[in-house]
């Protein structure tokens, strides 16, 4: 069975631009979860998704958007970079974030770069 | 707040011997989950063991037991008869009931000396 998946793997930006990642959920997995991890310190909660509706939100700016598909497959926005977006961004995937126990599984991520 | 602490930036072990990473935890809430996560130099996180605040029992999972003590609000993950494969970040993870983020440590760098 396919893990969670990202793309793209690496991206390249420049400062003012807007930026869409996209991540597949595990078969049969009905909640996403966005992270951001600057280098050298822990993944940070930005989003959380479970049938397609809006669960939890970090603190974030509001040029940080996401959404849930049909599928369950998520795409996190990002607009107006700034310099301090890059990071690596990671998804995760659960199957139900209402149950005590539940454990998510992470994608690779994607390495954002703003110059 | 809720809160996690790693207060090891970087550990060394040597194969074969058993290590103790630090984890200490901040909350209020009588119910939540601790989580540990290998992160390899490719970046994707690794789940490897869960704490529940009301197991009575310490978790294992292999070679990785979590040492919980809850008056003390600590979890520290043990890993017995290190390899060179572990080598890597290790963070420790909170989740409490009621909301839906993971509240993450600044991770410690273990490296297994060969």
């Known amino acids: 069975d396919a893990g969670v998946t990202q793309s793209p793997t690496h991206l390249i930006k420049t400062r003012g631009q807007h930026v869409t990642l996209r991540c597949s959920p595990i078969s049969g997995h009905k909640s996403v979860s966005w992270y951001q991890q600057v280098l050298g310190q822990g993944p940070q909660f930005i989003f959380q998704y479970y049938e397609k509706e809006e669960r939890g939100r970090g603190n974030f700016p509001d040029r940080f958007s996401a959404r849930q598909f049909p599928n369950y497959s998520s795409e996190l926005n990002v607009n107006a970079l700034l310099l301090g977006d890059s990071a690596l961004y990671l998804c995760?995937?659960?199957?139900?974030?209402?149950?005590?126990?539940?454990?998510?599984?992470f994608g690779p991520g994607t390495r954002l770069t703003v110059l | 707040a809720q809160k996690i602490t790693q207060t090891q930036p970087g550990m060394f072990v040597q194969e074969k011997e058993a290590v103790t990473l630090d984890c200490t935890y901040d909350t209020s809430d009588p119910s939540y989950g601790l989580f540990w996560y290998k992160q390899p130099s490719s970046g994707e996180m690794i789940f490897l063991i869960y704490q529940g605040s009301y197991d009575q029992q310490n978790a294992t999972e292999g070679r990785y037991s979590l040492n919980f003590q809850k008056a003390r609000k600590s979890a520290n993950l043990v890993i017995s008869a290190s390899q060179l494969g572990d080598s890597a970040m290790y963070f420790c993870a909170m989740r409490t009931s009621g909301t839906y983020k993971y509240i993450f440590g600044t991770g410690t760098r273990l490296k297994v000396l060969a």
């Open positions: 995760a995937s659960s199957s139900n974030p209402d149950r005590s126990y539940n454990e998510q599984f």
